[in-house]
């Protein structure tokens, strides 16, 4: 299992990536902008949601959402709450450390300002 310190240290990786992070829920930004977050699930109908550390929502492209979802039930899931929203859940018990490096990098590009997209891939 990928643990909450496994996910940071990757997120950190990130050019500019910040760490919104609370002791009881991971959250990332870049520029103010999120690209990953814990799941908050919600267990009864219009009941609190409740942080789950095992459990990252993760942008992604509204095109490739499905793509995504349909490459491996057992890792990515989604609920009511996210339809029609760019972002997947991923179980961080059953992903590989590579893939959710890859994913929470497409993540980032997703939410990252073109300038520092630009900068980025000039090499600067």
Not at 27 to 55: I, M, N, Q, Y
Not at 104 to 110: F, G, Q, V
Request: contains cysteine; aromatic residues 8%.
């Amino acid at each position: 299992m990928i643990t909450a310190d496994q996910v940071r240290a990757i997120a950190m990786a990130l050019p500019e990536a910040e760490d919104r992070s609370s002791e009881t829920r991971l959250a990332f930004e870049v520029r103010g902008k999120g690209f990953a977050w814990s799941w908050l699930e919600r267990s009864t109908p219009k009941g609190p949601r409740t942080p789950r550390l095992d459990v990252l929502a993760v942008r992604c492209r509204a095109e490739e959402k499905d793509l995504i979802l349909e490459s491996d039930p057992a890792v990515y899931f989604t609920e009511a709450h996210y339809n029609g929203f760019p972002a997947v859940l991923v179980r961080l018990d059953a992903i590989a450390e590579a893939d959710l490096a890859a994913l929470l990098a497409a993540a980032w590009r997703c939410q990252a300002p073109k300038a520092l997209l630009k900068a980025i891939d000039a090499g600067a």
